[in-house]
């Protein structure tokens, strides 16, 4: 993998701007109809890479066969009716070059099939395919890239049947043409007449020359990543979130239906994080309104990574219709307290224990805190989500209410205002 720099094959100082509130509420989103609340769905990249061996790994190669398989245990084992729905391949399908017609192609060892007859399989199953293309020359991984190509690889992608691209930035020789790809690829999906999510990661690629503008990027994107990608370990989460509070009087406002903020998938089920950080990962990422993409192998889950990222109760705030992202609303004695405005008056407030020693740290909130001072007034219903589900009862404007958290977790609640 690439870091940022070598991506555009320059080393920029990170430079910390001030920040400037551009997020305009009610912002143009991209007029495509899609994620009106965050894309859900499975991502092949994190767990199984640019795994191209199946003669030596069959079972761990991006491969028809991998992909028929995670469709299957998508409606098997209740992943589709949770909610996850795109079924999406990474970087690595495709062959080396182009066909004859200037196409892209499908590797045909390892989809023998092609990616038509992949989409059909898919979508027989109820499920949507996503698919995975790039804006520069080359793919990340150095397959075939899509500048010069924009219309012809969305038509084809269309005729596929495939219902989400991830649109990525590597190769690119100028901020120019990066910008003006992701725009043309997006009118150029449009113009299709296919429903196909786009999936960005403008920002990221644009950061290190200068301030995203974000209000632009979400007229031609559904979501877009901002930050490095996500590995199998809790200081990868850690920094993904540090990044996404840092940088919040940019990014929260400018989320809502049709274009959200990516902070990358889900780890949960794999090998880096703890039981506690898989918590703090799952969370988070509904407080923040985040695409939830799982990446890790639905054939060989712990019940327990299953019922996290299958949690009823956390999808259903990750998929608040009102479609505001959660803030980073307090830091104080190693412990966060964030908080999401949500539908009906209802708030979802998680605190974090930072301290990485010791063991389980008690936290008291006062409720008029959160909730703009108005979650619980006159009195509020609390219920305890995460990490095991406890109703709390009700609480007036006065109360208070008491929590333990474990080092490196996170205890997530709902509040119901009671008017
Ligand atoms: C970049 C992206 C990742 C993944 C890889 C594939 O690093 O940010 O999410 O798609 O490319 O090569």
Not at 42 to 61: A, G, K, M, S, T
Not at 99 to 113: C, E, I, T, V, Y
Not at 290 to 316: W, Y
């Amino acid at each position: 993998m690439m870091s940022q720099g070598q991506r555009l094959g320059y080393v920029f100082e990170f430079s910390v701007l001030a920040l400037v509130f551009w997020g305009v509420p009610g912002t143009r989103a991209l007029d495509n109809g899609l994620s009106i609340t965050p894309t859900m769905g499975w991502l092949h990249w994190e767990r199984f890479l640019c795994n191209v061996n199946c003669l030596q790994e069959p079972d761990n190669c991006i491969s028809e066969q991998l992909f028929m398989q995670m469709a299957d245990l998508m409606v098997s084992d209740g992943w589709k009716d949770a909610g996850y729905q795109y079924l999406c391949i990474d970087d690595c399908w495709m062959a080396h070059t182009r066909n004859s017609k200037g196409k892209l192609q499908a590797d045909p060892k390892r989809f023998p099939g092609g990616i038509e007859r992949l989409a059909h399989y898919v979508h027989s199953k109820g499920l949507k395919l996503g698919i995975y293309a790039d804006v520069g020359n080359k793919t990340c991984a150095g397959y075939p890239g899509s500048f010069g190509h924009y219309d012809i690889d969305a038509k084809t992608f269309a005729d596929w049947g495939v219902d989400l691209l991830k649109f990525d930035g590597c190769y690119c020789d100028t901020l120019t043409h990066l910008v003006d790809g992701y725009k043309k690829m997006s009118l150029a999906l449009n113009r299709t007449g296919r429903s196909i999510v786009f999936s960005c990661e403008w920002p990221l690629y644009v950061r290190p020359f200068h301030k995203p503008n974000y209000t632009e990027i979400r007229q031609y994107c559904n979501h877009w990543r901002n930050f490095d990608d996500v590995s199998d370990s809790w200081q990868s989460v850690k920094q993904i979130l540090d990044w996404s509070s840092s940088n919040q009087a940019t990014i929260v406002d400018i989320a809502g239906p049709g274009g959200w903020n990516d902070p990358d998938m889900l780890i949960i089920g794999n090998y880096g994080l703890s039981w506690d950080q898989q918590v703090t990962q799952m969370a988070l990422w509904a407080i923040m309104a985040a695409p939830l993409f799982m990446s890790t192998d639905l054939r060989h889950i712990s019940p327990q990574a299953k019922a996290l990222l299958q949690n009823k109760d956390v999808i259903a705030i990750n998929q608040d219709p009102l479609g505001k992202q959660g803030y980073l609303l307090r830091k104080y004695h190693n412990f966060e307290v964030w908080e999401r405005p949500l539908s009906r008056l209802a708030w979802a407030v998680a605190v974090r224990n930072l301290q990485e020693l010791g063991g389980p740290r008690s936290y008291t909130i006062s409720v008029t805190s959160v909730g703009r001072a108005v979650a619980c007034k006159p009195a509020c219903f609390i219920t305890q989500l995460l990490p095991v589900k406890k109703e709390l009862g009700l609480f007036e404007w006065t109360s208070t209410l008491k929590t333990k958290i474990n080092p490196v977790g996170t205890v997530l609640f709902q509040i119901t205002n009671q008017a």
